[in-house]
């Protein structure tokens, strides 16, 4: 099995196992107790602390440890807004920021703060102007992401932190999926990591404050990891965590180069191998490891099932892959293809032979769904269908009730059943319908007209390019 969604999770990292059973003989008892097993714990406490912090480019005491990245968000953003309370109640986030960060957003806007989320380019990243120009004299807080989760673009976190300086507004930057690669750039305040991401174990986040950085701990108060992370530490976890990021660090340099190569000829060659994909995201500055595409035509979770009988492992943020039924944010932040979408993010170590195995694999894995879903083959010409009748100037498909991407389907099938000129009129209670029809729209070089209320959903009006 090649396991290919490392931007999920990366596999135990060797080092993190050997460091994770030696600590566990070691780092059992109470690192704040002053007999020898607690200072034994709290000298492996220590020692982890700044290995983590030299990784991150901080001070020791800068640095504390969570009980998960999602938990150092929650409880960055919750300490820096309340620390800077006097100056207002305005966070400004990336709409393409991970989920832990907009659930953060929500529960401020729930207690009555205000929210601006800076749009993104197509490419998935952040124009540092509009950052810029969100910031106002009330923000307290800004928040942006090092490198997207879904797509792998980088953001340019050094040019927005010099916005945010001087507006006087401090920047806390998710760094998870970065951080495996190299420290963060540019005058950040704040940070936060997550080890299972580079191979450590899970159950360990990272929050760093600068000093100077207004901050006020929420929650009771408790003396563990300077009052910012309740709780007694899981010392063998934090031990296995840092001992990876050292590890993983040590071969960044030469696997980035590497695994780059291997998602540079994958970006490559899936347009070449499979008709109607349109690869996503910044395809110069991203994240080594990881690339996203998106197939026409395709049901994203079949195709991930498909996959997996293969013996590959892969994401996607296909609507059609989640419970809400919803395509994924920054997929429709982005304004690109959401369905048959497929996220590859390689794990240290991938052979060159298991990624020229994958794309054996995926074009007949694409055809086969298609097939399922009775897909259009080559274009039928206009009028072929009506045996001498006039093609209609309009036509409406009515596929309420249908999801991805039975909707773009039905579409694709007509379209040459009108003449140049004539709209196909889609009707649809897919919420991603409306990412995917003007996305398909601008793949095949049709025109998107706009959206109609319908009762039941919304039509979708397309118009056929001449």
């Avoid at 992401?145 to 673009?153: D, K, L, M, P, R």
């Avoid at 039905?410 to 040459?416: G, M, Q, R, S």
Wanted: overall charge negative.
């Amino acid at each position: 099995m090649s396991y290919f969604d490392a931007a999920s999770s990366a596999p135990l990292h060797p080092v993190a196992r050997q460091a994770l059973h030696a600590s566990l003989d070691e780092g059992w008892a109470d690192p704040a107790r002053l007999y020898r097993e607690g200072r034994r714990a709290r000298l492996l406490l220590d020692a982890a602390r700044e290995a983590a912090a030299e990784a991150v480019g901080c001070r020791p005491d800068e640095l504390v440890f969570t009980p998960s990245g999602t938990r150092a968000v929650h409880t960055g953003i919750a300490g820096a807004l309340a620390g800077r309370h006097r100056t207002g109640r305005h966070l400004v986030v990336s709409a393409v920021e991970h989920s832990s960060v907009l659930h953060s957003a929500q529960a401020h806007r729930d207690a009555g703060g205000t929210v601006s989320e800076v749009p993104v380019l197509r490419t998935g990243a952040v124009s540092p102007d509009a950052y810029a120009q969100a910031l106002r004299p009330d923000t307290a807080l800004a928040c942006l992401q090092s490198a997207n989760h879904e797509v792998g673009t980088e953001q340019p976190v050094a040019a927005v932190a010099e916005a945010c300086r001087a507006a006087g507004v401090p920047l806390l930057v998710d760094a998870a999926q970065s951080l495996p690669w190299g420290p963060v750039d540019g005058g950040w305040s704040l940070l936060t990591g997550s080890a299972h991401k580079w191979g450590g174990p899970a159950g360990v986040g990272l929050l760093v404050v600068r000093k100077g950085v207004r901050y006020a701990p929420q929650g009771p108060a408790d003396e563990r990891e300077s009052g910012r992370s309740p709780g007694f530490e899981n010392i063998p976890a934090v031990v296995a965590a840092a001992a990876s990021l050292r590890a993983v660090r040590a071969e960044a340099a030469a696997e980035s180069v590497r695994l780059r190569e291997l998602t540079d000829r994958v970006r490559a060659r899936v347009p070449e191998l499979v008709p109607d994909v349109e690869v996503v995201g910044d395809p110069v500055d991203r994240l080594p490891h990881l690339l996203t595409f998106s197939c026409l035509y395709v049901d994203g979770e079949t195709l991930l099932h498909e996959l997996d009988r293969e013996g590959f492992s892969v994401s996607s943020g296909s609507s059609c892959t989640s419970s809400t039924l919803t395509p994924s944010h920054v997929l429709r932040a982005m304004g690109v293809l959401s369905e048959g979408n497929v996220r590859v993010s390689l794990p240290l170590g991938t052979p060159a032979e298991e990624v020229d195995r994958f794309l054996e694999v995926l074009p007949r894995a694409v055809a086969t769904v298609r097939e399922k879903l009775g897909a259009p083959g080559e274009p039928v010409p206009a009028g072929a269908a009506g045996a001498g009748s006039p093609a209609p100037d309009v036509l409406v498909v009515d596929a309420l009730g249908k999801r991805c991407p039975i909707p773009v389907i039905e579409l694709a099938k007509v379209i040459d059943d009108v003449p140049p000129g004539g709209t196909v009129r889609v009707m649809s209670d897919d919420e991603a319908a409306r990412l995917d029809i003007p996305a398909w729209c601008e793949m095949r070089g049709q025109e998107y007209v706009g959206e109609e209320p319908v009762a039941g959903g919304t039509a979708y009006v397309v118009r056929r390019a001449a």
